[in-house]
Structure formats: structure tokens, C-alpha cells
């Protein structure tokens, strides 16, 4: 029970913390949101894609509860820039992501201070050889990143996926015994070997693979298709988004069906709506 030198008034807000607690005019003590979170559910699937274009890079997708982001990069004069196209830059990857990300960290443990992992995809735009020093330099500053490394991985709060790209997030992986990334494939075949640490996600063309394009009912053999192409990439101990699939909330339930990992949107908001007033399905660990 607080003290008199504590009270607390009848009417208004106080705006005063105490240990993860706020007064409100009630007078009862009502603990914050980031000290009791509620439970994610679907909405650890939902993917920001070219998050960037956004009017708010990040912000806007954290406001809507999303756990993956995508941001696109160009080596510009030794700094890290984000843009879909080379000189229309939007900032630079440290300002809009990697900054704010590891504030969030510091501040709550994790980036939606509920403790569930957060994905930053990284999609190399820029092939050249002198990208990937730059990037594996201003990488290892971000101590809540997830480490690979040939023993296996360290598990942090945030963890970049290399995109885009092949010969470069390859390249990233051979050429450092410590990484502060792993990589995707664009590509799938049934005879692909099993994930190691550093090959961990497949990020494929939706047309590349499925025959539909959201607007009538899927056919069941494509269906199939998608949710045996799903199950054959989980036993191989990997996770798949698709990109270009249709995007509206007859694809979203779709995807949830067949359990593809993360969806795609450009949506933040609808989607958000549509996976809240969803049951909770299987979701990347």
C-alpha cells in the first residue's frame, strides 16, 4: 500500500514509472505494456516487405506489431544506405534500423519487450566484393544480434537474414568464421542439403512455384503443391517466406493454412488487423 508522501489523486494521469508500473486516476497501480505483453499469436508471421518505402521506415511496422522487416542496401562511400533504387536513399541501414533496433533492446530486452526473436532481412542490392567488409564491420558493433558460426549459433534478440543477392551472402558466409547473419536461397530443389548455420531460410517467387494468384479458389492439386513444398523445407530444418504472392486476406489465410513462416505485405495495417482476429498458429522460433 503506498505511503501518504505517495498518495494518489483522484482525478488526472500521473505520469510516473515505478518499476514497470503507472498510477492512473483510479488509484490503481496498472503495469505497462512492455512489462506485460500481450501474446504475439499470429502476428509473429508478418512480414514488412520493402519496409523503407513506408512513410516511416521501422516505426510504422513496429507500431503495427510486426516481427520482420526488410530493408534493401548500396554501398555509397563506405557507409550503408537503404533504397530500393541506387541514389534515391532513404538513409542509411545504422540510422533507420540498426540503432533503433538495439535501442529498443537495451530498453526492453527484446524489441517488442515480450522476449520473441525480431528478423531483419537484408537484401544486397549491390553485388559488389567491397559491400560485405562494410556490412560485416558495422554488423559486429550490435551486440543483440544473433552470431553464426561453424559450432553453431548464439541466439539474440534481432537476427539478419541476407537476401538478394547469391554470389555476395554466399561469399559472406566463407568468408567469416564469425557472422552476424545468415542467408536465404531464392531458389528451392527437392534435392537441397539440410540447413547448416548459415543457410537457414528460403525467400521464393510465389509464381515460381505456385500456380495462383488470389483471385478465385486454389486448386487443390496447388494447394498440395504449396503445403508439400512447405513440409519438405521444415525437414530440412529450414523456414520459407514467398514474395510477389498475392496480397489480400485471401492469401494471408492461405499461407497460415499451408504454414509458410513469415507473410509478406505492403499492407501493415490490414494485415496486422487480419492475423490479431486469427487463432495462433505454428510460428518461427
Given at each position: 500500500?503506498?505511503?501518504?508522501?505517495?498518495?494518489?489523486p483522484?482525478?488526472?494521469?500521473i505520469?510516473?514509472s515505478?518499476?514497470?508500473?503507472?498510477?492512473?486516476?483510479?488509484?490503481?497501480?496498472?503495469?505497462?505494456?512492455?512489462?506485460?505483453?500481450?501474446?504475439?499469436?499470429?502476428?509473429?508471421k508478418?512480414?514488412?516487405?520493402?519496409?523503407y518505402?513506408?512513410?516511416?521506415?521501422?516505426?510504422?511496422?513496429?507500431?503495427q506489431?510486426?516481427?520482420?522487416?526488410?530493408?534493401d542496401?548500396?554501398?555509397?562511400?563506405?557507409?550503408?544506405?537503404?533504397?530500393?533504387?541506387?541514389?534515391h536513399?532513404?538513409?542509411?541501414?545504422?540510422?533507420?534500423?540498426?540503432?533503433?533496433?538495439?535501442?529498443?533492446?537495451?530498453?526492453h530486452?527484446?524489441?517488442?519487450?515480450d522476449?520473441?526473436?525480431?528478423?531483419?532481412?537484408?537484401?544486397?542490392k549491390?553485388?559488389?566484393d567491397?559491400?560485405?567488409?562494410?556490412?560485416?564491420?558495422?554488423l559486429?558493433?550490435y551486440v543483440m544480434?544473433?552470431?553464426?558460426?561453424?559450432?553453431?549459433?548464439?541466439?539474440?534478440?534481432?537476427t539478419?537474414?541476407?537476401?538478394g543477392?547469391?554470389?555476395?551472402?554466399e561469399?559472406?558466409c566463407?568468408?567469416y568464421?564469425?557472422?552476424?547473419?545468415?542467408?536465404d536461397?531464392?531458389?528451392?530443389?527437392?534435392?537441397?542439403?539440410?540447413?547448416?548455420?548459415?543457410?537457414?531460410?528460403?525467400?521464393?517467387?510465389?509464381?515460381?512455384?505456385?500456380?495462383?494468384?488470389?483471385?478465385?479458389?486454389?486448386?487443390?492439386?496447388e494447394?498440395?503443391?504449396?503445403?508439400?513444398?512447405v513440409?519438405?523445407?521444415h525437414?530440412?530444418?529450414?523456414?520459407v517466406?514467398?514474395?510477389?504472392?498475392?496480397?489480400?486476406?485471401?492469401?494471408?489465410?492461405l499461407?497460415?493454412?499451408?504454414?509458410?513462416?513469415?507473410?509478406?505485405?505492403?499492407?501493415?495495417?490490414?494485415?496486422?488487423?487480419?492475423?490479431?482476429?486469427?487463432?495462433?498458429?505454428?510460428?518461427p522460433?
Amino acid at each position: 500500500m503506498l505511503r501518504d508522501s505517495c498518495q494518489i489523486p483522484k482525478r488526472g494521469w500521473i505520469h510516473l514509472s515505478l518499476a514497470g508500473w503507472i498510477i492512473v486516476s483510479s488509484g490503481l497501480l496498472v503495469q505497462e505494456p512492455w512489462a506485460q505483453p500481450i501474446p504475439a499469436g499470429n502476428l509473429l508471421k508478418a512480414h514488412a516487405h520493402n519496409d523503407y518505402e513506408h512513410a516511416r521506415p521501422l516505426v510504422d511496422a513496429l507500431e503495427q506489431r510486426f516481427y520482420s522487416v526488410e530493408a534493401d542496401i548500396w554501398l555509397v562511400e563506405e557507409e550503408i544506405l537503404v533504397s530500393h533504387d541506387p541514389g534515391h536513399y532513404k538513409g542509411s541501414l545504422k540510422q533507420l534500423y540498426l540503432d533503433p533496433l538495439r535501442d529498443r533492446v537495451e530498453k526492453h530486452g527484446s524489441v517488442h519487450g515480450d522476449g520473441q526473436p525480431f528478423w531483419l532481412w537484408i537484401d544486397i542490392k549491390d553485388g559488389r566484393d567491397a559491400l560485405r567488409p562494410v556490412l560485416h564491420n558495422l554488423l559486429k558493433n550490435y551486440v543483440m544480434l544473433t552470431t553464426f558460426s561453424e559450432s553453431g549459433m548464439k541466439t539474440g534478440p534481432v537476427t539478419v537474414i541476407l537476401t538478394g543477392d547469391a554470389k555476395s551472402k554466399e561469399a559472406y558466409c566463407q568468408e567469416y568464421s564469425i557472422r552476424y547473419a545468415c542467408r536465404d536461397s531464392n531458389d528451392y530443389a527437392p534435392d537441397d542439403p539440410s540447413a547448416g548455420s548459415c543457410w537457414t531460410w528460403y525467400a521464393l517467387k510465389w509464381a515460381n512455384y505456385i500456380r495462383w494468384y488470389g483471385d478465385e479458389e486454389i486448386q487443390p492439386g496447388e494447394y498440395e503443391k504449396l503445403v508439400q513444398l512447405v513440409q519438405d523445407i521444415h525437414a530440412k530444418g529450414r523456414r520459407v517466406r514467398f514474395w510477389a504472392a498475392p496480397d489480400h486476406e485471401r492469401s494471408w489465410a492461405l499461407l497460415l493454412k499451408a504454414g509458410v513462416d513469415l507473410i509478406n505485405t505492403d499492407k501493415l495495417e490490414e494485415l496486422r488487423a487480419f492475423l490479431s482476429n486469427t487463432q495462433p498458429s505454428s510460428a518461427p522460433e
